[in-house]
């Protein structure tokens, strides 16, 4: 049994979370529904095996690990074809600077779209990604280049001049 204040805390790290985990998942699943089905299910694991968390320090990067991985389960669970018209607008969805580098984004893999998410706009280091995403430093910097040269290819041809600060995202 968890005690009030484990669970003020917890209740205030994940109110604090709430925007990262939503452009997290958003980069992976690109659903504002499935968006926030997975972030669901992630505070319920989390909150279940927050005994299993050996430094609350750590509590952000293993949450987004949660997450992550409820992403991943439930883009490969939830392959479905839905018609244009059953699709609600999204509201509050990631907005990219131009409409051009919001489909060069779309083009990348979840998990080139998730490091690219993580490192510039939430700001962790390729170290902390690589603990979230269970994979070496090189990796992700590999990712991370691979996704930026993507990135560059695309929009090469465009009129607008593209670099790392476009690659800023925001939620109104």
Same mark, same amino acid.
């Given at each position: 049994?968890?005690?009030?204040?484990?669970?003020?805390?917890?209740?205030?790290?994940?109110?604090?979370?709430?925007?990262?985990?939503?452009?997290?998942?958003?980069?992976?699943?690109?659903?504002?529904?499935? +968006?926030?089905?997975? $972030?669901?299910?992630?505070?319920?694991?989390? &909150?279940?095996?927050?005994?299993?968390?050996?430094?609350?320090? &750590?509590?952000?990067?293993?949450?987004?690990? %949660?997450?992550?991985?409820? +992403?991943?389960? @439930?883009?490969?669970?939830?392959?479905?074809?839905?018609?244009?018209?059953?699709?609600?607008?999204? #509201? &509050?969805?990631?907005?990219?600077?131009?409409?051009?580098?919001?489909?060069?984004?779309?083009?990348?893999?979840?998990?080139?779209?998730?490091?690219?998410?993580? @490192? &510039?706009?939430? #700001?962790?280091?390729?170290?902390?990604? $690589?603990? %979230?995403?269970?994979?070496?430093? #090189?990796?992700?910097?590999?990712?991370?280049?691979?996704?930026?040269?993507?990135?560059?290819?695309?929009?090469? #041809?465009?009129?607008?001049?593209?670099?790392?600060?476009?690659?800023?995202?925001?939620?109104?």
């Amino acid at each position: 049994m968890r005690s009030r204040s484990e669970d003020t805390w917890f209740a205030r790290e994940i109110e604090a979370m709430a925007p990262t985990m939503f452009r997290v998942a958003f980069a992976i699943l690109r659903n504002r529904t499935d +968006c926030e089905d997975a $972030a669901q299910n992630a505070v319920l694991k989390a &909150y279940t095996n927050l005994d299993t968390l050996k430094e609350r320090r &750590y509590f952000r990067t293993w949450l987004i690990r %949660i997450l992550k991985n409820e +992403c991943m389960n @439930y883009s490969r669970a939830a392959r479905r074809t839905v018609s244009l018209e059953a699709c609600e607008p999204m #509201g &509050y969805e990631m907005e990219v600077p131009d409409l051009d580098l919001n489909r060069a984004f779309d083009t990348l893999s979840p998990d080139e779209r998730l490091a690219i998410t993580l @490192y &510039y706009y939430e #700001g962790y280091s390729s170290k902390e990604i $690589a603990k %979230i995403c269970e994979v070496t430093d #090189g990796a992700i910097r590999s990712r991370l280049s691979r996704a930026r040269e993507s990135l560059r290819a695309q929009l090469s #041809g465009k009129e607008t001049q593209h670099d790392e600060e476009t690659l800023q995202f925001k939620i109104p």
